[in-house]
């Protein structure tokens, strides 16, 4: 706030009173302790009119101004009137680094003396009196507190003092300052530049000898001036007890002192001075920064001047110039706040060296009294200190404080330019401060790859660096050479290798191990790539090198025309007899394009593993084809089976499997190319053109259910296969039935029937469902064996327009279903044919038919590989490889999660793949209520379980190493245990007497159930427990229907529970687990969980679809602290799956896993 006081105009009272002048007053000669230099400098600073801003306050004596010195300080003084009249200054406080009673403050001073009327000035008389803002402020500094102010009377207006005490408070915190009963201390400087040394180089020879900056403690004098009584270093810690002195100085010179590390004292006693060569650390320089700001004054022994520190790091350079005899001289060039230093004294300060200090005088002081300055070597001039960067070189610095230059000839100028100067250029700056020489501008340096192609796909590459100066190109190799004398760009050359990036991710050859031997590899200087290699370089590598900045590529030589050809090769296999009986020799031509390929060379790449084969021409093709894998297996076997060595393939006329194999990848092919050509369609069109209903459809389609139809007419348009995976009970058979009826409207004239492969248990739904939904297509239903019933198939076939089989009878008599031709087939409960090495999904994959359909709720429940199994069947070109899947897409995504592999499976699948939830389509469904029931087994009950577990945990766990090997061992152990968790009789039948807890806490639930007229399902995985509950029915005179996989009359059973009174309807979980509607019932009881989601939900799906008017009360009955519980949390865990797939971020694997399988036996 007084600064502010500054800015404002003074008032007309005070513009008359605010000066005067005096010829020859006792002002500065009765001033507060100045200097003879301080008074001699102030009286000259205000000779020169440094001095502007002049204010002073009447009542308290407060002069103040702004004085111009090396920067705009500001200076205010306390003046008094004394006794005898005479104004003088009792203290003077300034914002430069001294801090009071300075230059700029005499230089206040003597600007005021010389206005007029200044001695007629009012200025109180010493007398006790408010404490003024200045000292109030001084106070501060040293923590007291300001005396309060007198009392205003009533209408007053406040004296000045009393508002500058007010608002003294809201000022921010100053710089630390002694109060006028506290003396300041400093830390003072003193350069000692010692006489010659006596050099050995030769007789009578001297060197000089290195300047010396040394520094002690003082305190302010009585007088005004720094003395060295009762401070010094080695008393440093006694004078905080005394209080005498102010404590953040006496800190600030505690730790300054803890930074010295002694090695030798210079001139004196140790107690008196310390050589700033002797501190170490770069903390050093922090602590003279923050001197200023913790009121300790760095000053000078002798003239009392400041010390200047500057705030910016000095820089050594090398300075290039043209002297007027020719040549080049290369001299140092030191720079402090970005001025050349000139002067003649620099010396450094710490160990290791951390700055330097420069003086303008050098030659010593003249003597003083009975002390020779002279002799001692003592120079008094201005000093500045400054740090040096922590990277500078210790070679450079020498060379800059000798002061010396080197001269390079004439003749040598154009090679120190060329050569000599780049390499300067890493060790230090080089410049030309008086511009004489116009030095090269630096490049950094490229890296350059030479690639000369040569014949038969071959390139040999080389690197090297290219580095520039001025029209002049120097070339070094890749790596340093031993020996080698070449100073490089260290940074620029790291930079550029790395932004090369690993090239031999592509290409293996270009990449050498560090060292020839050991670690990652590097770049290699040289290469020679051929084949596939040139290919990727050309096509891949070369183009994104060229790209990067300051990398070149330079080619030479005739680079081969390469482009991929993406049409599938054709392999043609022909027979010739042999003069041996019964073996015919084996042609096999491929050819692309027309181009014939030799099969050895397509052999032998692909027994190397590669992807893709290179031709002459510089035409390439992949090699990731199955039928190109499947011919190779197939070669090898034939090979090893005769005995011919002259290298001929061969086949035996009794190697029909071998034979009937090789003729069949023709078929594989055609797929394929189909495969192809459909999706293309698919790509391009779009989403289909939505039909009506079909009107010999007897079904009003749901909106949902016509999106499905349209959908699969559009597919069946196309050629193209897909799996419709809508949630259990969403009417997927109706929406399958509607496409048959719109083929059929669209070719009346079609003769061709539609192949329907399901369940044993679901044939006869799918007749009656058809017959109802479809009455004008006939329908002929395969109930057993050709060879046993003696029906000619095409005869049978002839005029159908569906077909249903059952998947057994489907795999026995494939030999006649592969004969006819179908419009389509259609693999209801599709889940049957997910193991792609069982009988059921080979033939599913061979037959015959231009559309080929999924129908499945569950299309992948264990692993990916099960959804591949579907796929591979309708849309055999999406993912020919089950290895080349299983590597790219279900190891990385199950074992890893990597959910950015999924969403791009995901995006694949989606398609050729509809799926719909119930509770996203159908809005008028009925809620459904999940419960879990824990049941806690009796006594008895608990201690058989536990005791056959201990024995179970015993023999399993050592089994676990090795799951597939011990599997059949391990999943008895589990069956067993998950019996004894229903019923202990289920294991051991002498324990009959053992009540089973959880048939109690069923019946408990089953008697309200039928007594408030409810219909219930119980699903059981063990037909003995199923067994049980039946028989405990039967004891209690409740009436129920039972269905298990050795019921025969199947249709019959159910249909009874249909449309009859039968309260409950026992089922096994595998016979009535999918393809039955039973919504007459609107309770389920699970009796025993299994880890696979899927299982209990087409269980419940059996009435919570459409149909169902009632909410659907689902019970899952789990014993409790028995493995029952550890399945539950299993399957939680796993039922992510197929979702995940679907429509999530991250995937579950669904498999049982080893560990997995322990979880389940262990605590």
């Given at each position: ?6 800015d ?8 008359s009173?605010v000066t005067?002048?005096a010829a020859d007053s ?11 230099n ?7 600073y ?8 002049i ?7 407060l002069l103040?101004?702004?004085v ?9 003084a306390?003046?008094v009137?004394?006794h ?11 914002s430069?680094?001294v ?6 403050v ?8 010389a206005?007029?009327?200044?001695t007629?000035f ?9 404490p ?11 923590g ?8 205003v009377e ?5 004296a ?9 408070a809201?000022?921010p ?17 003193e350069?000692?530049?010692?006489p010659p ?8 020879s ?5 300047a ?7 305190v302010?004098g ?6 060295k ?6 008393t440093?810690g006694?004078l905080?007890?005394?209080?005498v002195h102010?404590k953040?100085?006496?800190?600030w ?6 930074s010295?590390?002694?090695r ?17 650390g770069?903390n050093?320089?922090q ?13 000078q ?11 910016l ?5 090398l ?13 140092p060039?030191i ?5 050349p230093?000139?002067q003649e004294?620099?010396?450094?300060i ?17 003597s ?30 020498d060379?800059a404080?000798r ?27 080089v410049v030309s ?9 630096y490049?950094?340096?490229?890296l350059?790859l030479?690639?000369a ?5 071959t390139v ?15 070339s070094l190799p890749?790596?340093?050479?031993l ?17 090369v990036?690993q ?7 270009m990449?050498?191990a ?11 200087a040289?290469?020679?790539?051929n ?7 050309t ?20 680079i081969?025309s390469y ?33 014939y390929?030799?099969?050895?060379a ?9 992807t ?5 021409s ?10 190109l ?9 034939a090979?090893g089976?005769?005995d ?11 190697q029909?499997?071998?034979w009937?194999?090789l003729?069949?990848?023709g078929?594989?092919d055609?797929q ?10 698919l ?8 039909l ?26 196309f050629?193209?296969?897909g ?6 009970g969403?009417?997927k ?7 048959m ?26 007749a ?9 297509l ?9 060879a ?7 005869e ?10 059952s998947y057994a ?10 004969m ?31 559309f080929?359909l ?5 299309p992948?429940?264990?692993?990916l ?5 579907l ?7 999406l993912?020919p490889?089950p ?10 995504i ?5 959910s950015?592999?999924?969403?791009k ?19 008028d469904l009925p ?9 806690e087994?009796?006594p ?5 379980y ?6 179970e945990r ?6 676990l ?9 391990i999943f008895?152990?589990?069956t ?10 289920l ?26 007229g ?17 028989d405990?029915?039967?004891?209690e005179?409740?009436d129920?229907?039972y ?10 059973v159910?249909?009874e529970?249909?449309t009859?009174?039968a309260?409950?309807?026992l ?7 999918f393809?039955?509607n039973?919504t ?6 699970i009796?025993d ?45 796993k ?12 995937l579950s ?5 080893a ?6 036996f262990?605590d």
């Open positions: 706030m007084w600064f502010l006081a500054l404002h105009t003074p008032t007309d009272r005070w513009k009173s005067y002048s006792r002002l500065l000669t009765r001033v507060a302790e100045f200097t003879e301080s008074i001699a400098s102030g009286r000259a205000a000779d020169e009119d440094r001095v502007a801003d204010v002073l306050e009447p009542a308290t004596g103040s101004g702004t111009f010195g090396a920067q705009k300080y500001k200076t205010t306390k003046l009137r004394e005898d009249g005479v104004i003088a200054c009792r203290v003077g406080i300034c430069c680094p801090r009071q009673n300075c230059k700029h005499v230089a206040l001073i003597a600007a005021a003396e206005e007029q009327s200044f007629d009012f200025v109180p008389e010493e007398a006790p009196r408010e003024t803002y200045l000292e109030t402020l001084l106070a501060k500094a040293k007291g507190k300001s005396a309060a102010p007198a009392p009533g209408g007053a207006e406040l000045p003092e009393s508002w500058e005490a007010a608002l003294s809201l000022l915190p100053t710089t630390a300052a002694p109060s006028p009963d506290t003396p300041a201390l400093g830390l003072q400087f350069l000692h530049v010692p040394r006596f050099s050995y180089r030769g007789r009578g001297t060197v000089p000898a290195e010396v900056l040394n520094v002690r403690p003082v302010m009585t007088r005004g001036k720094w003395v009584s009762g401070v010094s270093w080695a440093l006694y905080a007890y005394g209080g102010d953040t100085q006496l800190e010179l505690s730790e300054f002192l803890s010295h590390s002694p030798q004292y210079s001139h004196g006693n140790a107690s008196a001075w310390l050589a700033l060569n002797d501190f170490a770069r050093l320089w602590l003279l920064a923050s001197a200023h700001k913790n009121g300790v004054a760095l000053i022994s002798g003239t009392g001047d400041p010390i200047r520190v500057s705030t790091e000095a820089t050594l350079s300075d290039v110039t043209r002297p007027e005899a020719g040549g080049l001289d290369v001299g060039l720079e402090v706040d970005g001025v230093v000139t004294v620099v010396g450094r710490g160990t290791p060296v951390s700055g330097l200090f420069i003086s303008d005088q050098s030659e010593p002081a003249p003083s009294g009975s002390t020779s300055l002279a002799r001692n070597g003592v120079v008094r001039g201005n000093i500045t200190v400054a740090p040096l960067p922590a990277d500078t070189s210790a070679q450079l610095l060379f404080l002061k010396e230059n080197v001269h390079v000839p004439e003749l040598a100028r154009e090679k120190f330019l060329t050569q000599f100067y780049p390499q300067l250029k890493q060790a230090a700056a401060a008086d511009h004489s020489v116009e030095l090269p501008a490049v950094e340096p490229t350059s030479l690639a192609y040569g014949t038969d796909h040999r590459l080389h690197w090297e660096w290219h580095y520039p100066v001025g029209s002049r190109i120097t890749l790596w340093p050479e020996g080698e004398g070449a100073v490089r760009d260290v940074g620029a050359e790291a930079r550029l290798i790395a932004s990036g090239p031999w991710e592509e290409i293996t050859a990449g050498v560090a060292n020839n031997a050991w670690g990652d590899p590097i770049l290699a040289s290469a020679q790539l084949g596939l290699d040139t290919l990727a370089f096509e891949v590598v070369a183009p994104l090198i060229a790209e990067l900045p300051g990398v070149t590529v330079e080619t030479s030589g005739d081969a482009r991929e050809v993406t049409e599938a090769p054709v392999v043609t296999i022909s027979t010739k007899a042999t003069d041996e009986r019964d073996w015919f020799d084996l042609g096999i031509v491929i050819t692309l394009e027309g181009q390929v030799s099969f050895a397509v052999f032998s790449a692909l027994a190397a593993g590669n893709r084969m290179l031709l002459p510089g035409a390439y093709f992949s090699l990731d084809r199955p039928e894998h499947q011919l190779r297996a197939l070669i090898e076997e090979r089976l005769n011919h060595k002259d290298g001929e393939l061969r086949i035996s006329r009794f029909a499997g071998l009937d194999e003729a069949q990848l078929i594989v055609e394929a190319q189909a495969w192809s050509k459909a999706i293309s369609g790509l391009d069109g779009g989403p289909p053109v939505a009506p209903s079909p009107p010999m459809l007897n079904a009003t389609l749901r909106p949902y259910q016509l999106d499905g139809f349209n959908w699969l007419h559009f597919l069946y348009s050629g193209l296969g799996v419709l995976a809508d949630d259990m969403l009417g058979t109706v929406q399958t039935l509607a496409l009826c719109q083929v059929k409207a669209e070719d009346p004239d079609l003769n061709k029937p539609f192949l329907v492969v399901a369940p044993t248990s679901v044939v006869g739904n799918w009656s469902e058809s017959l109802k939904f479809a009455p004008g006939k329908v002929v239903t395969v109930s057993e064996t050709f046993k019933s003696g029906l000619n198939s095409a049978f076939f002839a005029g159908a327009d569906i077909v249903i089989t009878l489907f795999r026995i008599d494939f030999a006649e279903y592969g006819q031709p179908f419009a389509g087939l259609i693999l209801d409960e599709a889940q049957f044919v997910k193991n792609h090495q069982s009988k059921a999904y080979q033939c599913a994959r061979k037959i015959k038919a231009p080929k999924a129908v499945t709720g569950t992948m429940e264990n692993n590989m099960e959804l591949w199994a796929l591979s069947i309708v849309a055999p070109g993912f490889s290895k080349r899947f299983a590597e790219f897409y279900q190891r990385p199950e074992k890893n999660a990597d950015e592999l999924l969403s499976l995901r995006a694949r699948v989606k398609p050729l793949m509809l799926r719909r939830t119930k509770e996203a389509v159908i809005a809620a459904k209520q999940e419960q879990i029931l824990e049941v087994l009796n008895r009950h608990q201690k058989i536990q005791t056959h577990l201990q024995r015993a023999k399993i766990l050592g089994l190493e090795d799951v597939n090997k011990n599997r059949f061992t008895q152990s589990l067993l245990l998950r019996q004894l968790s229903l019923d202990v009789s294991v051991d039948e002498t324990q009959a007497g053992v009540r089973s807890s959880k048939l109690d806490v069923l019946f408990e639930q089953l008697e309200d159930v039928v007594k408030e409810h219909r219930a399902l119980i699903f059981s995985q063990f037909t003995g427990f199923l067994g049980k509950v039946r405990r029915l039967v004891a005179g409740i129920f229907t269905l298990d996989g050795s019921t025969r009359n199947r249709a019959a159910v249909d529970f249909k009859g009174t309260p409950l309807f089922i096994s979980l595998k016979a009535g687990g393809g039955l039973l007459e019932a609107d309770y389920v009881f009796l969980p299994w880890w696979n989601p899927a299982s209990e939900a087409q269980a419940v799906d059996r009435t919570h679809r459409i149909g169902q008017k009632k909410n659907v009360m689902v019970y899952r009955l789990v014993a409790k602290d028995t493995i029952e519980e550890k399945v539950m949390a299993l399957k939680a865990k039922s992510q799956l197929f979702s995940d797939v679907m429509s999530g971020d991250s694997s669904g498999a049982l896993t560990t997995d399988l322990a979880g389940l262990r």
